[in-house]
């Protein structure tokens, strides 16, 4: 098959978030199979051309927009057998920043009806988008290539693209509104799943969860208008990357046959964040960000509960800054303690994963959640909020000492903290190192899902031509 795949961020290129992560790894084992792929991103201001070898030039094509005809050129180059394309526009396209620039909606809207010119001559069999980025790209296709099956992916239904119905003038698309839509309003989220020949989303929990109010972020009635053609793949991981034996991140690698290199990470770790060197502490690791869907407050609320019981906490992210003022003054009452690093930085998320003994992701919401697929890779036990991809993915230890990891349903303080005694409770026993090697060896590699995307995609072909009759 021949795969289209669209994406505003993918690894190492570009990466923000759990999307780059997918889109730099899922292509590749799409490519695996057999499948002809081309991955599409926007050639953003941050790429590093140099590095990456990504040519100077590449074909051009003058691509429609408003009462414009605006040349653009398509540079490519090839990574683990997939073909990349960077739409390169540095007026319309390159910013400084993935998202969050003034006019993200109608960059994105340039960049769909950029890739769509590139689909038209290369004429996939499948179209695959992700989130709303690349959503509008659906119903240009779906007008103007009849033959390509679509196929739309949600990794994350809270943020949608909601923006002025002026865009879809601007790149040809009729202003007819669903719904959903207010006057005058384009949701380009909802305009890809209203339509997609096959819409999907990162978890089988998840794909149950917005189908409800709690969860369906106002587009539940119209999710399960489309609930036949509405799947869950739950996300892989790349394990070849995401690997403790060879990560170039880390100072003592291990394996499953040989954990004891984790040992000496988590006393690297302890050094250089400045907390006591000490084995019997039960360390905790935070990645992400310090916003509301991750769960924030739990975890701040959760803080000295650890910090005062003898744990120890190393958190990486950034975000709002009411949160980030609050984590400021904790690490300075906790300091040899907690650990507090505020912003990104990849390799020393890799440290905490492997240094870790437990791992905290108390999320609202998870459309998937990868942070748990990695620390189970690194010998790291979760605990996490029983929700969307946590919930598929980590089973909490029950009496017989089955499960790999730590969860708690009802999302309040005092479940979390009770998940968090019971970690440590169990950290301190002699069962432990089974547990570690028991989580290292969950495989969550992209082997069974690639395998269901293809199956996705020849039921989006299937329609597709039933359709296009
Ligand atoms: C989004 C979701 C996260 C998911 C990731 C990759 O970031 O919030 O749960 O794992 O996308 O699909």
New binding site residues.
Partial sequence: MRIAFVSAEAAPYAKV???A??AGSLPQALAALGNDVTLYLPLHATIDRARFGIPAKGTTRSVPFGARSVRTSYVATVRDGVRVVFVDHPKLLARDRVYGATDDNKRYAFFCRAVFEDLRATKPDVVHSHDWHAALLIPLVARGLRKAATVFTI??LAYQGRTSAEVLGLIGLPRARLPIEDPNECNPMARAIAIADIVST?SEQYAKEILTPAFGERLQDLLRSRRRRLVGIT?GIDTRSFDPATDPSIPSHYSVDDPSGKAKDKTALQAEGGLAVDAKAPLFGVVGRLVE?KGVDLLTAAAPRILDGGGQLVVLGSGDPAYEAKWKDLAKKYAGKLWLTLGFDAALAQRIYAGSDLFLMP?RF?????GQLISFRYGTVPVVHAV??LAETVHDLDGNGAGNGFSFSSYKPEAFGDAIDRAMKRFRTDRWTDLVRRVMREDHSWSASAKRYVDVYKKAIKNRARKAG
């Fill in positions: 978030g759990g999307l992560d997918v990794h994350n990162v996300n869907q999320s998870e459309p998937c959640g990868l969307g991809g």
